[in-house]
């Protein structure tokens, strides 16, 4: 079965960083590239950015508003993929999901559970 | 960005009843659509792809059709398991995007 799961979140104060992991298992990982959303309280669904295959070259994505804050990397031989946060803002507060694109498209059948990230002031 | 509305915003309805959600993009995705059904405290779950392909082991009451800039989902028959809220997603343009979603509620 295909799974993954997000770990790494929890309550941070505003300025720091947290890094989020994102384990795979039930398939081959470096084959797909990965990506992360994000959902505030409340609020509705976020692309956050993703990561390419080694194949496609491995190179990243951002949302334009995250750029230069946030850094995804992945290491193959483990089957994780890495959120890296840095100078977190209270805005930056939601659950943070990593996914799996279907191989036709970038819609997601693959999801993990979540991991909820809190920034206080 | 591509920026997709849906509406309504909540939706009341009763067990049995038959249900549609609108989808509008703000430029064409051709059928390059996704929808998603998420309940409280779970991640979204995929219901239907490329705007009416149903997914693997995706109830059949659920239906999605339209292309261009608009696109429904309908639920034929709705069931207790069924009230949550909905989003579509366009995958025609980077960066994806999601509708606002709908939530369904009893009525």
């Known amino acids: 079965e295909e799974q993954l799961v997000e770990s790494g979140g929890g309550l941070v104060q505003a300025g720091r960083s947290l890094r989020l992991s994102c384990t795979a298992s039930?398939?081959?990982?470096?084959?797909?590239?990965m990506s992360w959303f994000r959902q505030a309280p409340g609020r509705g669904l976020e692309w956050v950015g993703f990561?390419?295959?080694?194949?496609?070259?491995?190179?990243?994505e951002y949302a334009a508003s995250l750029k230069g804050r946030f850094t995804i990397s992945r290491d193959d031989s483990k089957s994780i993929g890495y959120l890296q946060m840095n100078s977190l803002k209270t805005e930056d507060t939601a659950v943070y999901y990593c996914?799996?694109?279907?191989?036709?498209?970038?819609?997601?059948?693959?999801w993990g559970q979540g991991t909820l990230v809190t920034v206080s002031s | 960005d591509i920026q997709m509305t849906q509406s309504p915003s909540t939706l009341s309805a009763s067990v049995g009843d038959r249900v549609t959600i609108t989808c509008r993009a703000s430029?064409?995705?051709?059928?390059?659509l996704a929808w998603y059904q998420q309940r409280p405290g779970k991640a979204p779950k995929l219901l239907i792809y490329?705007?009416?392909s149903l997914e693997s082991g995706g109830p059949s009451r659920f239906s999605g059709s339209g292309s261009g800039t608009e696109f429904t989902l309908t639920i034929s028959s709705l069931q207790p398991e069924d009230f949550a809220t909905y989003y579509c997603?366009?995958?025609?343009?980077?960066?994806?995007?999601f509708g606002q979603g709908t939530k369904v509620e009893i009525k």
């Open positions: 996914t799996r694109s279907h191989s036709s498209g970038y819609y997601y059948a693959y």
């Open positions: 039930g398939f081959t990982f470096a084959d797909h590239p």
């Open positions: 990561i390419r295959s080694k194949a496609h070259g491995g190179t990243t």
């Open positions: 430029q064409s995705i051709s059928t390059w």
């Open positions: 490329k705007a009416s």
């Open positions: 997603q366009q995958y025609n343009f980077y960066p994806v995007t």
